[in-house]
């Protein structure tokens, strides 16, 4: 049960609110024959995973355990049932459809099979311990649930967080994108500022060299020239620069909106996923 989602949560609960609280007594067809047993059901889990815990719950008090057709205690030493040792059988079902999964537990005393009609103090040993144990597993499940519950909500949490992260730095481009545009039309204006006292330098020193042409004045014109030309570059630059930044900051801001919406949803997650870690903790405290 490694991720629990909104819509299995949900029927899970729906099936612990009608689960039994109690062992029942019913009989089951074993390898061996049909036993009168007692019996529970489990919401949330599987045939192999109860019998896997019955079967380390037998070993703690049986002289061995096997679980080739059914789980098999022999020599099971449970004083609250007699003082002699017993036979223990248990076999998990979950029939197609079904939201449960029943755990049979069928008792062999000297006296023979452990049923209603048996010594009112075995039995009614024998069903506290179904019962006794039956509720350790449905607490096992119920904290497990909750565990994936509550992980899932840290896990939404800091996506949600992650969310807000991204925003500010996205936030904190669009002022820098803003502030590189801004930047580039300052610089802009500087050049057009340049550019124009280019030009009348490079008028001057036409006409300079018109009156007295020589080397070095075409050498200071060609000077001029040059530098005219990387001006148009940079201004032609500052130009590009202001729109790519701000077609940087439109993006961002585009994203931005996204983000939110995201941010949105996550929240309506969360909220969902807050209340069923609430009816998680609330069915684990009403398990007794």
């Not at 197609?96 to 452990?114: D, I, M, Q, S």
């Not at 630059?237 to 941010?263: G, T």
Request: proline share 2%.
């Amino acid at each position: 049960m490694k991720h629990l989602s909104l819509c299995a949560a949900s029927v899970l609960f729906s099936a612990w609110l009608n689960a039994q609280s109690s062992a029942s007594v019913s009989s089951f067809p074993f390898s061996n024959g049909v036993h009168p047993t007692l019996s529970f059901q489990f919401e949330g889990t599987d045939v192999k995973y109860v019998e896997s815990w019955w079967k380390d719950e037998l070993k703690r008090v049986s002289r061995e355990v096997s679980n080739k057709k059914e789980v098999i205690g022999a020599a099971a030493l449970l004083p609250q049932i007699t003082g002699d040792t017993v036979r223990v059988l248990v076999k998990a079902e979950q029939r197609k459809g079904a939201p449960f999964t029943v755990a049979h537990v069928a008792f062999l005393t000297k006296e023979g099979w452990l049923g209603p009609s048996s010594d009112a103090r075995a039995f009614e040993g024998a069903k506290a311990y179904v019962q006794q144990q039956s509720i350790m597993l449905r607490r096992q499940l119920a904290q497990q649930e909750l565990t994936i519950a509550e992980k899932g909500m840290a896990r939404l949490n800091q996506e949600l967080s992650n969310l807000q992260r991204d925003k500010e730095r996205m936030e904190s481009s669009i002022e820098k994108a803003k502030q590189r545009a801004a930047e580039a039309v300052q610089e802009q204006e500087r050049l057009v500022r340049e550019h124009e006292e280019l030009a009348r330098k490079v008028g001057v020193q036409r006409k300079e060299n018109a009156d007295e042409p020589d080397a070095e004045g075409e050498k200071a014109l060609a000077a001029l020239l040059k530098e005219q030309s990387k001006s148009q570059a940079r201004h032609a630059k500052a130009i590009a620069e202001e729109a790519d930044q701000k077609k940087k900051a439109e993006e961002l801001a585009w994203e931005v909106k996204k983000n939110l919406e995201a941010q949105e949803r996550k929240r309506g997650e969360l909220a969902k996923q807050e209340q069923l870690v609430k009816a998680m903790r609330e069915k684990l405290d009403s398990i007794r």
